[in-house]
């Protein structure tokens, strides 16, 4: 399942320092956009899935995550099953994610 959920988020070996611009511009922050496009792809993700094997360093991403949590866009989904050293989010229906994935592309 991990590897799924990594094939599925990992879009930061993708992204092209435009869009990284335009999150900027748009939000505020440059790695929101594709932080929200990783998002629009999986049910329930972690931080080192949605970075990906060739991603940024983990702490580019951890404020974004941050504010989508305070938004409400995102709910903090621990299972029991899980490992207790990573924290694992759920993404609530809206159409930022999709409008996310259009605009990173």
């Not at 949590?69 to 899980?82: I, S, T």
């Amino acid at each position: 399942m991990f590897r799924e959920i990594w094939n599925a988020c990992a879009v930061a070996s993708s992204i092209r320092p435009e869009v990284r611009l335009r999150s900027k511009r748009l939000f505020g922050n440059a790695y929101m956009l594709e932080v929200c496009a990783g998002l629009s792809a999986v049910q329930r993700t972690n931080l080192t899935a949605l970075l990906g094997p060739a991603g940024p360093s983990p702490s580019l991403y951890a404020a974004p995550l941050r504010r989508l949590v305070d938004a409400g866009l995102l709910m903090l989904d621990p299972q029991p099953e899980d490992d207790r050293r990573e924290r694992w989010y759920r993404p609530t229906p809206t159409d930022l994610w999709r409008v996310a994935r259009e605009l990173a592309t």
